[in-house]
């Protein structure tokens, strides 16, 4: 039952119970007063019944009086006094029977008046007779036995009115007692039960109902204001105005929890945003496919933290795919597999492989069953990698959070395509597109380097120029021009290694710069490259071309001149090897060096 309405019912009660308590006074009170109205007007019977006996009395003596002392007239005259006062009492007595009498009262009263008439007559007529000289007749009436008579039979209803009016009266008062105590009692019972009521109410309702819960919900309360919102708000079942706030309390600590539930989402949403963000900028200042793996690797476990992974790119004959980052240690530890072995490849979309197998398994899991996910890498519609994740330990997998994944992938597609694209371009800028080597302006710019930096260390380059190449345009066409200049490359490149870096000067002459190496040293790799290509016959289209040679010419920096001038050296050399007869190696300080072979 709600509060307001115990209270309600609680007043309700207490005024009903002082209502009746009140009346009960009121009407203890006055039975109260009518117990002493009822005695006032017994003692006033009394008085009166003894009043009229006295005065019957002092009447007879009057008359008595008057006739013994020979007609006195004071006596007379006492006995017409006392004779008006009789009379007045009669007029009294009719009062009190108007008052109302009990019909015995009512007799005996009845009686005493008839025997006082009739002793007055007796009396009278004594007074007549001594009035009329017969003091004997007169003597005889009044001191005789018919005077007694009469006296007495005036006494006897005066004193049995007294008794029924004294056994009314106390009848009356004790029934007039017996009321009051009644109502006396009622009214303080209920005076009792007011005061229980009240104690019940301040114990029952305010500390129990009221006092104690409020003090559990202030504590509770204060500590969801200072946002604890794990306290822990007991049930309650009661449905009164407590209830009501114990269910909106609740209903604020649910509100509470589920506030922080989403302000600790929003900030995991924006930190994922912050990182996903930090991870593009470092994508888009990557200068190679190891640093954007690098960055892959270290940005993926804080994205998405306990799902390990791997980074694969695709190859450039877009047939498979090689690993080039992986991160918390994945239990499929495939290196590389054909594109073909991926649904999501294949079908541009990202796949899901799991235990339950609810769909096909991608090929390249092989038989472990780990639950994965497979995300293609694409930029412009093009294909370019794959991130794939697994399972993590706690069950989540990358697919709950399919916005940062998607973009995600979507950045390091475009990094990677980028990648991809600036390494096309740069080849172009600073590569040939006949035979791959390095260009003109890629040796300017590392000659104009090397100068500015004024490095110590010794630098030697060679000028090497393909004999007689016009004749093979000639004889076999621009084509098998193109494979004797692609040939030579090669064979630059096998020779020279990480040594040194290989450059297409232009026409059918080369260059090759080798760092930290004399002349001496760069002299023998001359003869050892001019032998290489002169031993290695070359066909084409099932047509023996003939032998290859080349001329080459030899300086170094700085013990021979300066950096700035070592390819007008090593051309100026090459023009001298070319003069001497071709098929030989030239230093530039003008010593022969080392006299090659004329090519056989």
């Known amino acids: 039952m709600r509060i307001s309405t115990i209270t309600n019912w609680a007043y309700g009660l207490t005024i009903v119970m002082t209502l009746v308590s009140s009346v009960s006074f009121l009407l203890s009170a006055k039975a109260a007063n009518d117990e002493r109205a009822t005695i006032e007007h017994r003692l006033a019977l009394e008085e009166f019944g003894d009043a009229l006996a006295l005065e019957s009395e002092v009447r007879s003596d009057q008359a008595r009086l008057f006739v013994m002392r020979g007609g006195a007239e004071r006596h007379l005259a006492a006995f017409r006094r006392e004779e008006n006062q009789i009379t007045a009492m009669e007029r009294a007595i009719d009062g009190l029977r108007r008052l109302g009498l009990t019909p015995a009262e009512g007799a005996a009263l009845h009686q005493a008046e008839r025997n006082l008439d009739e002793l007055d007559a007796l009396e009278r007529s004594a007074i007549a007779k001594m009035r009329g ?86 504590g509770i309360v204060n500590r969801l204001a200072n946002q604890d919102y794990a306290v822990d708000v007991p049930a309650d079942r009661r449905r009164d105005e407590i209830g009501d706030m114990n269910k909106a309390i609740q209903i604020f600590r649910n509100n509470g929890l589920e506030r922080d539930r989403l302000d600790a989402a929003q900030r995991a949403d924006r930190e994922t945003k912050d990182l996903i963000l930090q991870m593009m900028h470092r994508l888009q200042a990557c200068e190679s496919q190891d640093e954007l793996a690098e960055v892959v690797t270290c940005f993926a476990p804080q994205i998405f933290p306990g799902l390990p992974g791997h980074l694969y790119v695709l190859n450039d004959s877009r047939n498979g795919l090689s690993r080039v980052g992986t991160w918390l240690d994945p239990a499929q530890p495939v290196t590389a597999f054909p594109s073909t072995a991926c649904w999501g490849l294949r079908r541009g979309r990202p796949h899901v492989s799991n235990r339950a197998r609810n769909d096909v398994p991608c090929p390249h899991i092989g ?105 093979f345009n000639d004889e076999f066409g621009h084509d098998a021009g193109d494979a004797v200049m692609q040939h030579v490359a090669q064979v630059m490149l096998d020779i020279v290694g990480a040594h040194g870096s290989v450059y297409r000067f232009g026409g059918e002459e080369f260059s090759i710069l080798l760092p930290d190496i004399a002349a001496p040293g760069a002299f023998d790799t001359a003869e050892r490259l001019r032998d290489a290509v002169a031993s290695a016959p070359l066909a084409y289209r099932g047509r023996i071309l003939g032998a290859v040679t080349i001329s080459v010419g030899v300086a170094a920096s700085p013990e021979d001149s300066p950096t700035n001038s070592l390819i007008n050296r090593a051309d100026a050399a090459l023009l001298e090897a070319k003069r001497r007869g071709r098929n030989r190696s030239v230093r530039a300080s003008g010593a022969e060096g080392v006299e090659d072979s004329a090519a056989a």
């Open 367 to 471: 038989e472990s069953g780990v639950t994965s996910l497979c995300v293609p890498l694409t930029a412009q519609g093009d294909t370019v990698g794959l991130l794939y994740f697994e399972e993590a330990a706690d069950g989540e997998t990358a697919a709950a959070t399919g916005l940062y994944l998607e973009l995600m992938a979507e950045n390091i597609g475009l990094a990677l395509a980028n990648l991809r694209l600036r390494e096309r371009l740069t080849n172009l800028a600073i590569k040939d597109a006949l035979t791959g080597l390095f260009n003109r302006r890629c040796l300017d710019e590392t000659l104009n380097r090397r100068a500015r930096d004024r490095k110590a260390e010794p630098l030697s380059c060679l000028m090497i120029d393909i004999d007689h190449f016009k004749r």
């Open 133 to 218: 000289g017969d003091r004997e007749g007169a003597q005889a009436l009044l001191f005789g036995p018919d005077h007694e008579r009469a006296q007495a039979a005036v006494l006897d209803p005066i004193a049995r009115f007294r008794e029924l009016v004294s056994t009314r009266s106390d009848m009356m008062v004790q029934q007039a007692q017996k009321t009051a105590d009644a109502l006396s009692l009622v009214a303080k019972t209920m005076l009792g039960l007011t005061a229980l009521l009240f104690l019940a109410v301040l114990y029952f309702v305010l500390r129990r109902r009221v006092v104690l819960p409020l003090a559990r919900m202030a």
